[in-house]
């Protein structure tokens, strides 16, 4: 007989205290102490908890903490922890053992934040034979949820869980039988985290920055574009407050992602905004993309520093550790000047501005001719288009060709990529899909390239700055060169893996999907 409790749903039309006076009216029932129990659920910005299947609480009760980790229906406790100080920030700052072993792989590099906050009275109950003795548990449980640190709670239904005692099997199927057929109880389907999410008017994995859309072939482009930009919107503006708190870095890595498809859809889906708002929103958001660049440069160079130090053989590794100092101060210097950028009225403007400009009905006109043709004719045309582009200079690199040629290939991929990703719903699914992921593997050895040439130009640039600001020691400026001799080495293999990668992306196989997938005028598109 299994001893994880089973949950029943008290609806508001059944007052408890009804339900209290039915129990005790079929069962010997023992009253006990009641108690208060105050819980934070806890979970990174997009989720990753949830969705590897885990939940994370805190429970507070009295002067006691502890940290319970459990499966989703929260029935079952994999791991609880006592927690003597504040609760835990990072993957990493997790109590030591399988907890922290299960959790820091799925949150990476993201923060763990507040998402609810639950209180609840608890009144333990027992059921008892002849003999006084207790054959079932049960505790009867009132619950009010709330956002984190904001003052108004939220009624929610209230739970009567049966805790089974080894032995006594009939009791307990007595009482199901009582709370299900006697009192018309549901069972609770879930544990609290989704009704007190639901409560304050949320849910689980309520946040994802990628992009899940779902457009019918007819439906006029500029309808279409206007809504991938809305999204895109959505998402930057989400990402900023934890951006400017400096929570975690991934909220600027989404934003700055936002941005970058904002300006890919402003330049790609062509022809459904008039060319001088697109030229005028894209060199604003180009801005943006500078104001916070050097924030994500550093912020990856953290991130990155632990593999840079494991690169070096272990009597150099310690003498990296002036580096690291030194990205630390520059992060913070750079994160303040870009929070004063975002707080500026020039970029509270453009925000204002851009989704005043989205939320205006499509127009046809010659400034915008695309605007309401159907989105599958534009989207073909285009992705057929920087297709052939791509294929065009894939081709054309050759062992000797410069890096330049590698570099605007990415350029023309990344187009391509994003194109594919807003309407890969126009496309049967299992047929778009590989063709988006043999991209993405084109793109990883393009991105690869040229992210190692610029990490070690970086460097040498730090090693440059550390000697101006007297913060690096000879050997730590020894240990930078042997990171920069690693890292061209690298770039050097990225080189010469391209034209295999290149050979599978442009598999004549591959070709005649995409041909039949975004046809000419003539074609009809296959599958």
Not at 425 to 448: E, F, H, Q, T, V
Not at 475 to 494: I, P, S, Y
């Amino acid at each position: 007989m299994s001893s994880q409790p089973l949950c029943f749903r008290i609806p508001d039309s059944q007052p408890q205290e009804q339900i209290l006076t039915a129990l005790r009216g079929a069962f010997n029932l023992q009253e006990e102490e009641e108690r208060t129990l105050a819980q934070t659920y806890y979970d990174s910005f997009d989720w990753r908890l949830y969705g590897g299947g885990s939940v994370l609480r805190c429970e507070r009760e009295g002067r006691e903490r502890r940290l319970v980790w459990s499966d989703p229906g929260e029935l079952h406790s994999r791991e609880t922890q006592r927690l003597a100080g504040d609760p835990p920030r990072f993957g990493q700052d997790l109590p030591p053992g399988l907890m922290r072993e299960g959790l820091t792989p799925l949150l990476e590099m993201r923060a763990l934040l507040p998402q609810v906050e639950v209180k609840s009275r608890l009144l333990p109950l027992r059921v008892t034979n002849r003999d006084d003795k207790t054959v079932l548990r049960l505790t009867l449980e009132w619950h009010r949820s709330r956002e984190p640190g904001r003052a108004e709670y939220h009624d929610l239904d209230g739970r009567l869980c049966l805790r089974p005692v080894r032995g006594y099997v009939k009791t307990l199927q007595r009482m199901q039988a009582f709370l299900g057929e006697e009192l018309g109880l549901p069972r609770a389907e879930s544990g609290l985290l989704q009704p007190a999410l639901a409560a304050i008017g949320r849910r689980p994995a309520d946040y994802t920055s990628r992009l899940d859309f779902h457009f019918l072939p007819e439906t006029p482009a500029g309808v279409v574009a206007r809504e991938i930009h809305l999204h895109l919107l959505d998402t930057i503006e989400r990402n900023l407050p934890g951006t400017r708190a400096d929570l975690d870095s991934e909220f600027l890595h989404d934003l700055r992602v936002a941005v970058r498809r904002t300006r890919s859809a402003l330049t790609q889906i062509k022809g459904v905004f008039p060319p001088a708002a697109v030229e005028s929103f894209g060199s604003r958001f180009a801005w943006v993309g500078q104001i916070t660049g050097p924030t994500r440069d550093l912020d990856v160079y953290l991130l990155d520093y632990e593999r840079y130090r494991d690169s070096l053989p272990e009597p150099f590794r310690a003498d990296l550790d002036p580096l690291r100092d030194f990205l630390v101060v520059h992060q913070r210097q750079a994160h303040q000047e870009m929070v004063k950028r975002l707080n500026s009225p020039h970029f509270r403007g453009l925000l204002k501005e851009w989704r005043a400009f989205l939320e205006q009905p499509p127009e046809a006109d010659g400034e915008a001719p695309n605007a309401l043709r159907p989105v599958k004719e534009v989207a073909d045309r285009r992705i057929r288009r920087i297709y052939r582009r791509v294929l065009q200079e894939g081709s054309a690199i050759g062992d000797h060709s410069p890096p330049e040629a590698l570099h605007d290939l990415r350029k023309s991929c990344k187009k391509l990529r994003y194109l594919m990703e807003f309407f890969q719903s126009l496309y049967p699914k299992k047929r778009i899909r590989p063709l988006i992921k043999a991209l993405k593997g084109l793109l990883d050895n393009l991105g690869g390239f040229q992210d190692l040439e610029v990490q070690a130009m970086k460097l040498r640039e730090f090693a440059h700055q550390m000697v101006a600001e007297d913060a690096a020691p000879a050997d730590t400026l020894l240990a930078m060169g042997m990171l920069v001799d690693g890292l061209l080495r690298r770039q050097q293999e990225a080189r010469r893996r391209f034209a295999s990668e290149f050979e599978q992306f442009a598999d004549p196989a591959r070709q005649r999907v995409f041909r039949e997938l975004f046809p000419g005028k003539g074609r009809r598109a296959g599958g």
